[in-house]
Structure formats: C-alpha cells, structure tokens
C-alpha cells in the first residue's frame, strides 16, 4: 500500500468515525440554505399600487383595468404627474407604481415598443421581485389578448427598484449562500485536521516518517473535497426542489466550479493550520479568512457596483467573489464555460497558489 | 564527566549540542556517542533537556550550536535520507485513538510503504501480545498496552535505529518490567535502541547511561561503574520512626546527606577519613541518645540514584533546597 | 497516629455497563495515616478514588470519608479533603501568590488568614523570590511540591495524592515526601498513589489493587514477611500479573485507567 493512499484511507477512518461531525457537515449546508431562503422569503399579497397615467387611453385604461380585477394588487391612487410619487413611497403609501408613457396606445398600435415603468420598493428585496414578476405577468397576459403582433416587441417594461437597485432574490440569495456556506465549512475541517494532530501530538510520529509536505497535504484535503461534494449536490438539489431556483446551464459545468471552489476553500484551511500550532487558533483564522469576506465582500449580499473603489480592488482576492459570479452565470442565465474562463482561471490559480504556499510553509520539524 | 567506550562503531554521534528556547537553555553542551548495538538509557527528571535531545536526534528540531550525527546522517542536513531508517517512539502518545490497534499500526506500516503482514515477524513478538485486542480503538487500551503498541508502530518499517522518549512515564510497576523484557529482546537481535526514562532502577537494564540533569550529561558510563564511582561511605539506617529520624540526623554534626530510600534512610557522613564501621557505630549511638528506637545501621553500595543525587548535589545550580530531605 | 478512622470503605463497588471497575472493596485508614493506594495501570484506583472524593457515586456498599457519607454528603467531603493530581493541579497562567489566593477563596478562607499562609507557604519551600512568577516558568519540582501545600492550605482532614511525584526529580521527590510526613504529623490523613515503588515503602500502610479488588493491604513489612518477598515492588509485579483486566484494556465504557 502507498504512503498517499495509506493517508487517504486514514483520514477517511477518521472521518467515518466521527459520525457525529459528518452529519453536521452535510446537514448544516442544507439547514443554513434552508433558515436563509425562508426568512428572506415574503409572501406577496394586496400589494398597494399606484398607477401614473398622464394622458389616459383605451390601452392603458384596459390595463388599469387588468390591474383592479386581481386580488393581487389594491390601486391606491391614480395620479397623473410622476413627482407625486416620491411622498406615497416614503410614507408608505404604496409599494408598487405603474407608469404609462403619453400616447401608449397609439405606439402600441404603430407596432412599436411602448414602455412601461415599474418602480418597486425594495427595501424588502425578495417581495420587490415578487411583485415586479406579478406586473409582468399582467403586462404579458394583456398581450396575448392583443390582435395578433404585427412587430416583435411590443410592451416593454422597465423596471426600477428604490433604496436596492440590484435587487436579491432567492434566484440571486442562492448562488451566493452556496458560496458563504461552503467556503466556511471547508475551511474550517482541513484548518482543524491538521492542528489537531499537531495539538494530539501525532504529528510527531508522520513528521519522523519519509512522508512529504505535499502528501500530507493531499491527504488532508482530498477526503473533504469528496464531503464538499456531496454538500454543493445537497444544496443544488435543494434549492430547485425547496426554492425552484432555476439551472438553466450545465449541471455539470456547476459542479465542477463547484468543486474547484470548495479546493480553493479548503486551501485556505490547510494554510491557515499549517502556520498555527492550535485549533482554536486555526478556527479563528479560518472563520475570520473565510466568514467575514465571503458574507461582505463577495457580493452575496451587498452589491459590488455600489462599494467604494478601494473595496471593489478588496473583493478581486476574495475566491467567493469568483464563484458567485460563476453560480449565478450557470444558474440564472445559463452561460457556458467560454463566458466565466476568468472567473474560472482566477480560482485555479488561487487553489495552486494557496496550495503551494501551504507546502511551502508547511514545517518539515517541530519549529 | 566520564566517557565509556561505545561497545560497537558509533551509530549516534553528538558534539557539542545547544538548544535554547525563549527563556530557558534546554540543552547546555552535550557531546556523547553510541555504538552500534547498544541499549542506551538517558536518565533524568522531567525538564532535564531529555525530550529536546531525542528530537533534535530525530532530525524534528534544529540545534542551536553543534552538531549530530545518526546513521552517519547529518541530523540537519541529511534528513531525508535520515527518517525512513530511524524508529521513534515520542513521549506523548502519538496514536490515533479513534482508530483500532491494527489501522494504526496499518497506517504507520503503510506510510514507509509497507504492510503489517509483510514485517510480521519482526513485530511478532509484541504484536502478538496486542492481537487480542487487534479491534479495539487505540483510545480504550491501557497504559502499557498503549505504549506496546506505540512500539509496534515505531518497529513496523524495520528501522536500524530505536528512539524512545519515556516510554514508561506513568506506567504501572508491571508494565514497565514487561516493556523492559521486550527492549532486551530487541537489543538481542543487534538493534540499538536509545531511551529515556526518569526512573532511576530502570538504568541498570541499560548497556550505558548518561545522567540527565538541566541540559548536561553529569555522567556517561556503564551503570554498575557510575554507582561504583559514588565515592563516600553509605550506610542503610533501619529505624522505628522514619520521620523523627531524619528530623533528628538534620541536627547531628555528622550528616552530609540522609534520604529516605524504600524502607531505610541513606546516610553519608560529613568526615572523609572515618570508617564505615565507626559511622555506622556514631550513626546509631547518635539516635539512640536522640530517643530514636530499633536502630540498624550498615554500608551498602551504593545505586544509581544514590550517585545520581550526590552528582545533583554537587552542581551549584541544584534547585530547591540542596540535600535537604 | 489515633485510632480514629479517617476513611471507610466497605462492599464498595462501582460498576460501567458489564464492566465491574472497583468490586467490592473494604478498607479504614487511620487519621493521620500515610496510606499507600497502589494499583497497575486499569486496576480500579482512580474510580475508587473518585467515588471517595464525591465525584463519582458508587454503584453497591458503603464509604464515609471525614465522617460524611459517600452518597448524600459530598459537599461535606469536598470541604474537608484536599485534591492534588499530576495532570492538574496548579494555573499556569497564574503567578505563584494567585494560585495560593485563588485555591484559598475557593474554601472561604479569610484575607487575613490567606496572607498568613500564604508566608508560610512560600517561607517554607523558599519560594518568596517567586511568588510574582507564572507558575508556569517555574521548575516542575517546585510546581509539585506548591501544588501540595495549595491542597492542604485549607487544613483539610484527608488529603488525596494521584501520582505526586511522577517525573519529579530524586531529590525534589524526597522533599515532597518530607512535606507528606509533616502533614501527617500534624494530624492530616493522605492517601497517595505512585508509580515509584520505593515509595510505596515510604508510607505507614499500603494496599494493592488488582482487577478492582483489593489483592493485599497492610504495612510494607507486614506484606513483605507474608508473602515472602523483598520488596513491595516485587509483591506489585506479582499480584499484577493475576489481573486479567490490566493486562489488556483500561475496562468498558468510561472505566478509569
């Protein structure tokens, strides 16, 4: 039997052993996923609306119409200057506001493509697109009632959310929480694998062996990358059964960034343990390395666009970043490979990287 | 410092050791040799530099000054070619407890590309003490089977060289015999094995000793020769009350040293000159006038612990209260 | 030495599952005895000692230390019993003159009092040039022997002593018997285990366990007239050998080494 594969085999025993911590491995991805999506998650009913028609017409007043008849949306008022808008919003008046260009109908009848502004309030991120989705819905219906389309695009509506222009959903909440989760985890085991065999002392006797830093390290990390695994599936799985979060590229292509971003995060883990002696030191550095970045910096939460210049610079390092981009590319829009190959180079050249640096500083004594 | 010949051609070679750390020197000069062959035991309390020499030994730290040589190895710069002919046992347990008897022994076997089947019978004889218990994890054994196994895996790849830090540091009466009968068995074979212990009667299983006291060898001999180089008179004191005697010999002009020791006191005497015979005779007279009853006195030769205090003794960097107890 | 009975125990017995760690054991020390309680490693030492001092309930029989019971009194006993092991005894990151005040406020001791004893302690050992230092700089030998008088700085009845003197060198060992002899003089009963053989010689009464039971018990001359051997270390090796138990694993579920 082969040193490496000896090692492997034994970290797997560990693993194995510890039954308790692979069950709070796997499950936890699924739980925090879970706690997240449904305290994000609001219901969207009796929306209060405000419609802004300056010059009414038999198109808009068909959709006035279309809008009254729902109970999904209670018109507030009707109002014919787009500045009386401002004071209904901040008082809370309303939620939601429809804004009909003059002449709507006459371009809708030339075959152009008429606007329609939708201003949501998105302090609450989710149900801002829930009701955005709702008015599209209306539009489309009206649509199809329409004679048959003599252009290609007809109604186009466009959207704008005040107080969070970019808007999360659990469309968006997902690919980033994915990342948050992961990176967090995968640390944290391969930061504590090592230090507890230098804090039990073992580390003396694989240190006096002819093993070399690399094996050790490749035997460190290969058995979590195998536990990442199963926790990026869980969590896919997950989020399009629980929160219908669409996949609309490759499956496999995901998978796949998924699985170099969780190397790059046990990366980070296996850096962080060879360079302390402790496992609560590790496990500080491990949460502080992985945690706070991933939550502020990774643009899972705050938009990167509206961070100051020197924050965005920040973000560039942070590998979490990289692959929420990645997750909602395959996700969201279905892209390939050839249109994340950035976002992809990037995080191999931060695992190699990583990993290097923890041979590197990976002690072949006791000091 | 005496130093005794090595019995084969020198497989450790140490010059001029130094190891220092933050505030203390751990090792303070050590220069020694061992042949090949040898079953040789460093002996000393806890905090004597022991462990600190075994891993500089073990190519695990780096000397401040000196140098070492193991297996004609450089221990700094050969160490690669260095770790996979040495066997070393640490001083902590250095299993993993959650795995069985036999994964790890499987695991250390595996890591210098071997198996437990192929090196069978060079671990046969304590391994198959072990086999009973081949399932059970590393964790629920006892003391003495811990550190056998602990053997085991410092054996299992056939190393040309044996190093144990305290391998029966807490470890029962019973224990550390068996253990010591299997170090005996090993060395027959021709390996040498280095060792460590703080027990003092475990020297005379060695071939040699070096006395072990705050980063110095005191002593590098034979065991019989360092208690023979004890160099006063020493009596055996059997009396009723142990602990009014002693508090008795503290005021009596004559003590140089008296210990308790078993279920006598040992006794030096402050004049160079005087026989045994006459020691023991004011020695008694003494404590019979002091109240103490049943009092027997006799030179006896003396042991290694008894050298090893007078040596303690006579450094002036000795801690605590010198001789005092 | 009274005849006063400082520790008993009779049918004691504790057991883990199927595992009978200590069975049925029947002893009395005397106050102000030095007794002995050796044991190989597995025999049923630690959780004999464990149920003595209050930590551990037993499972069968009878035990009173200081005179409380073993079953319904412990706060007593943990009043009037001092506690010094190898593994644990003293905070590193204290200084000397901290552990000294810490362990005398855990027993409600008075200022006053504290900085008497704590004089007397450090005056004592000639520790006064270290009393400001982390206790964790400070030699093992010194560490050992300020760990006992920290167990004894509440004046208790009965002392336990788990491996005092483990690694401890030859001379510092026999100072921290000297400190053993003066507390029992002053009357304190200690109860001590040890892997030195030599000192089991050094104590009034010995007993030996084997596989939970108590194999042999009485003075070191006593013991070694009977069964004619030299030594208790001797006797040790011979009664260890009959234990099934010691020679493989520390016992079931959670039995003490």
Known sequence: ?367 | MTTGPAAGAPVVQAQGLVKRFETTTALDGMTFEIGAGELFGFIGPDGGGKTTLFRILVTLLVPDAGSARVLGCDVVRDLWALRPRLGYMPGRFSLYPDLSVEENLGFFASVFGTTIAREYDRIAPIYSQLEPFKARRAGALSGGMKQKLALCCALVHRPEILFLDEPTTGVDALSRREFWELLGRLRSTGLTIVVSTPYMDEARRCDRVALVQRGRLMAIDTPEAIAAAFDRPLLALRVGERYRAIRALRDYENTNTVYPFGDVLHFTDRRTDASPETIARDAEAYLRGAGIEAVTAKPIPATIEDAFMARMGADDDAPGERGAA | MSDEVAIHASGLTRTFGAFTAVDHISFDVGAGEVFGFLGANGAGKTTAIRMLTGLLAPSAGEATVAGHDVYRETEAIKRDIGYMSQRFSLYDDLTVRENIRLYGGIYDLTDATIRERTQRILSRLGLQHVENTLVHAIPLGWKQKLALSVALLHEPRIVFLDEPTSGVDPITRRQFWELIYEASHGGTTVLVTTHYMDEAEYCDRVSIMVAGRIAAIGTPAELERTHGVESIDELFVQLARNDPNARGAAGGGGAAA
């Not at chain 1, 909440?173 to 804090?199: C, D, W, Y």
């Not at chain 1, 399009?240 to 980070?268: C, K, N, Y």
């Not at chain 1, 050839?338 to 990037?346: M, N, P, R």
Request: proline share 5%; charged share 15%; no cysteine.
């Open chain 1, 1 to 367: 039997m082969s040193a490496l594969w000896g090692l492997l085999r034994k970290e797997m025993l560990h693993i194995l052993r510890d039954r308790r911590t692979l069950v709070v491995l796997i499950l936890m991805p699924i739980v925090e996923v879970l706690l997240f999506g449904f305290s994000i998650r609001t219901d969207v009913t009796d929306v209060r609306l405000a419609i802004v028609d300056p010059a009414p017409d038999a198109a808009t007043l068909a959709l006035r119409n279309r809008f009254a008849a729902g109970a999904l949306f209670h018109t507030v008022a009707v109002l014919s200057r787009h500045d009386d808008l401002e004071p209904m919003f901040q008082t809370d008046a309303i939620q939601l506001a429809v804004e009909f260009p003059p002449n709507f109908a006459r371009t809708l009848a030339r075959g152009g493509a008429a606007q329609v502004h939708v201003i949501t309030d998105a302090t609450e991120p989710n149900s801002g697109t829930a009701r955005q989705n709702y008015v599209a819905a209306v539009i489309d219906a009206y649509q199809q009632s329409l004679p048959a389309p003599t252009g290609s695009v007809r109604i186009v509506p466009s959207v704008r959310a005040r107080f969070n222009p970019t808007l999360a959903s659990s469309n968006l909440f997902v690919p980033g929480l994915l990342a948050f989760v992961l990176n967090i985890i995968a640390a944290l085991m391969t930061a504590l694998s090592l230090t507890r065999e230098k804090e039990t002392g073992t580390m003396e006797a694989l240190l006096v062996s002819p093993l070399r830093p690399w094996q050790i390290i490749v035997g460190k990390v290969a058995p979590y990358l195998a536990i990442g695994f199963i926790g990026v599936l869980a969590v896919l799985v997950e989020a399009s059964v629980v929160f219908h979060v669409p996949i609309r590229g490759s499956v496999t292509l995901l998978l796949a960034e998924g699985t170099l971003f969780i190397l790059v995060a046990l990366s980070i883990g296996i850096l962080v343990s060879a360079r302390t002696s402790s496992q609560r030191v590790a496990m500080m550095g491990a949460m502080l390395g992985t945690m706070l970045p991933t939550q502020m910096l990774s643009g899972f939460i705050f938009p990167i666009e509206s961070m100051p210049r020197v924050l965005q610079w920040i973000t560039l390092i942070v590998p979490a970043r990289w692959f929420v981009t990645i997750a909602r590319g395959i996700m969201l829009k279905g892209v390939g490979i050839g249109y994340l190959a950035t976002e992809t180079l990037v995080l191999a050249v931060m695992a190699l990287v990583l990993l290097v640096a923890s041979t590197r500083s990976f002690s072949v004594r006791l000091e």
